[in-house]
Each structure stands twice: as C-alpha cells, then as structure tokens.
C-alpha cells in the first residue's frame, strides 16, 4: 500500500511532458517546449540561442501567418494557439534592423504608457471634481488653443500633447477657483495633478509660454498660505524653476516679451509675487540679505502697478473696460495714447481669435461627420481634402 502511495505521489511530482514543435527558416529543427508554460519571449530566447547565441530582438517568429509578439507579456504559447508539432517560421533580422526593430518596441512602449498616463490622469481628475462643490471641470470636447508671448497659436505635432494640454490648463484654472474660495489644500491637489498633465506635453514647445512658470508661483503660493515650512527646499526649487521658465518665455530681464510687445512691459504682477516668495523662503533660509533684495525688488514693481485713478478714467471715458484700461497703462508705462493704440490691438486680436475658432469648431464638427478610422483615429482633414482635390 506505502509503495501504491509512494508511485503516485512521484507521479504526481514528475514535470508534464514536453510538447515538441517544430521551427523551420532562420534556424531549423524539432524543439522540446512546455506548451502551457513557455511564452513567446521563451521561444524566442531559445531559438536565438540556437541559432548562434544572437540578440533575441533580431529573431522574428510566424506561426499561422501571423507575427507571434511578445505582448501581452504572460501569454503561453498553448494560449497564442500552438499545438503539438505544430510549425514555426524563425526569421533572423541584420544586427541594425534588429536594433531599428527594438526601438520601434521601445517607441510603442512608450507611446502606450503615455496614452495610459493621460487616461489615468483623466480618471482621477474627474474623481477629484466630484469632491468640490461645483462637481465638474471643464467639457472634455472643450475648443482651447495655446499662445506665446506674441500672440501666435503653438502648435502642437499629436492628438496626445493636444489632450495633455487641455487637461493641464482645465486643472490649473480649476485649482485657480479653489485659491480665491481659501481652500488651498485642495489647490494644491489639483495643481500637482496639472503639473503633472504638463509634463506629458512636448517640453521644447511648453518652453515658448509662460503657463508652467505661473503654475509654479501657485504651487508656491500654496506651500506658503498653509504655512508648510516643511517644503521650504521644494519651494526654493519651483521658484528657481519658474524664473527659468519666465525667462525663457519672455527672454533674459523680459527682453524678449518687449520685444514681440513694441517695447511694452511683461505683466509685472508675475514678477511681484515671484520675488515676494522668493524673499519669503530666502529668509526663512536664513538668507536675509538675498532676503531683503528680493523683497525690496517686489516692492518696486509694486508700486509701479499703481494707476493713477486720473489715467483711468481718460480711458473709460472712452468706453474701454476699467480693467483692461489699468492693465493697458501698467504695459505702457501710464501713456494715454500708447494704451489706447493696445487696446485697440488686443480687440482686434480678440475678434480675429473669436473667427478662428469659430472655424476650428467647424472643422472639429465636419471631422465627427466622418467617425474614426479603423485605427479607432479622427479623419486626417487635410488628407481627405488633398483626395477631394483630385476625384
């Protein structure tokens, strides 16, 4: 009886038995495989090693007239629809073309993993919304566009970077809502959720607006009004890293900014409360003389912010916005007729900003006309009308 229990308990250790394959091509011969166990990346492994220890990436596998991949990772051989004797074409792709090959993996890769950050970050973005009183961010379909110094739209080269920004500028102005309601920790949430959301966009274009610098001075802002001083490096940080960002933006001492402005001013309110922070964590640094330059500086630019309340009225009288009417006179130095010649520019730019996507939501509403293509991607307009052209 010990012996009957001894035979079956060895029987029931013993590995299964191996399944054997077939592989012709590149390297040919019969191959011993554990069908339910082994993956593609397995078979792909042996068979590169048998073919002359050869990189794994230049060995291509055809089974059924399809190319066995290596994702899903996990997928056994028995699961991509091998069975025993069944036959496998190998392939052996030149050194170059098999690191060309493993680039275009990488590239896919990564493309995947960021399309999985935007839709991760979406989700909990929409999560977040549900926990503030007002419940919603902005419409997902919502028309926005991105404008340097200049006033020229930046363009963006894919429909990813073109959501990411979307999501970041809807987040900041969320977070914007919450900083004027005092509820700072909650900001503060949703800002890091939007610096995040930037960070998916293509850095040298983000680098031509000043959007990431003043989200930056928010975070900041934040860290200061919950007295956290425990973040005093970090703020240190994202101070020096939005003074990088304006100046790249506007350019060194906001030369650029004047210069594609007609000698006009960048807004200095940005700079009052960037050398406000700056001051407040040098000393708490202990830094007081860094301290008291970047104070002083903030307190300059302060008081060049005051209009006289004479100017303003001139230009409401003239039926322009007080608000405008104060922000045209901080650009221009407090001269009458330089702020009436800007306001001028800023409505015409305002009218022809109103035309342009007016025509953008048309072309967004004719491309939905036509549904997506198999690729689950929108109608190319511009292909499409290149086809139209010629019949």
Same mark, same amino acid.
Not at 289 to 313: F, H, N, T, W
């Given at each position: ?17 191996? %399944? ?140 990813? %970077? ?6 970041? *500028? ?13 509820? +700072? ?16 966009? %293509? ?60 000698? =006009? ?11 406000? *922070?700056?001051?407040?964590?040098? +000393? ?17 630019? +302060? ?13 409401? %009288?003239?039926?322009?916005?007080? =608000? ?27 009218? =022809? ?39």
């Amino acid at each position: 009886m010990a012996s009957g229990e001894a035979s079956a308990s060895a029987s029931a250790s013993a590995p299964p038995p191996a %399944d054997r394959i077939r592989v012709v091509g590149a390297w040919a011969g019969p191959l011993e495989v554990e069908l339910g166990a082994w993956t593609v990346p397995m078979l792909r492994a042996e068979v590169a090693r048998r073919a002359g220890d050869v990189e794994p990436d230049r060995v291509g596998l055809i089974f059924g007239g399809r190319v066995l991949k290596d994702d899903p990772a996990g997928v056994s051989l028995q699961q991509a629809g091998l069975k025993g004797n069944a036959k496998v074409l190998s392939t052996l792709a030149s050194p170059d073309r098999g690191k060309a090959l493993a680039a275009e993996a990488a590239a896919a890769a990564a493309e995947e993993e960021h399309s999985n950050k935007l839709v991760r970050l979406w989700d909990a973005a929409q999560a977040l919304s549900q926990r503030h009183s007002d419940g919603s961010l902005l419409d997902e379909n919502f028309n926005i566009a991105l404008e340097d110094q200049s006033g020229q739209k930046v363009m963006f080269g894919s429909a990813d %970077d073109m959501k990411a920004l979307k999501m970041a *500028l809807m987040l900041h102005q969320k977070a914007k809502v919450l900083i004027k309601k005092n509820m +700072y920790k909650e900001a503060l949430d949703v800002l890091m959720m939007s610096e995040e959301a930037f960070a998916l966009c %293509d850095n040298k274009l983000i680098e031509r607006v000043d959007n990431v610098p003043m989200l930056q001075l928010d975070i900041v802002w934040c860290y200061f009004m919950l007295r956290d001083v425990s973040r005093l490096e970090v703020a240190g940080a994202r101070l020096n890293k939005a003074r990088v960002g304006f100046e790249l933006s506007h350019g060194k001492d906001s030369t650029r900014f004047r210069l594609l402005q007609a000698a =006009r001013h960048a807004d200095l309110a940005l700079y009052v409360r960037l050398e406000l *922070l700056e001051g407040v964590v040098a +000393y708490y640094n202990g830094n007081t003389e860094k301290a008291r330059g970047s104070l002083s500086s903030a307190q300059s630019k +302060y008081m060049q912010l005051q209009v006289p309340d004479e100017a303003i009225a001139m230009l409401t %009288d003239m039926g322009y916005d007080a =608000r405008a009417s104060k922000r045209a006179l901080k650009m221009t130095g407090y001269d009458i007729q330089s702020s009436v010649d800007l306001l001028c520019e800023e409505r015409e730019k305002k009218i =022809r900003r109103r035309e342009q996507d007016i025509e953008t939501q048309r072309e967004i509403m004719e491309q939905r006309r036509y549904g997506k293509t198999p690729m689950n991607k929108a109608v190319d307009m511009q292909k499409l009308k290149g086809l139209t052209t010629i019949g």
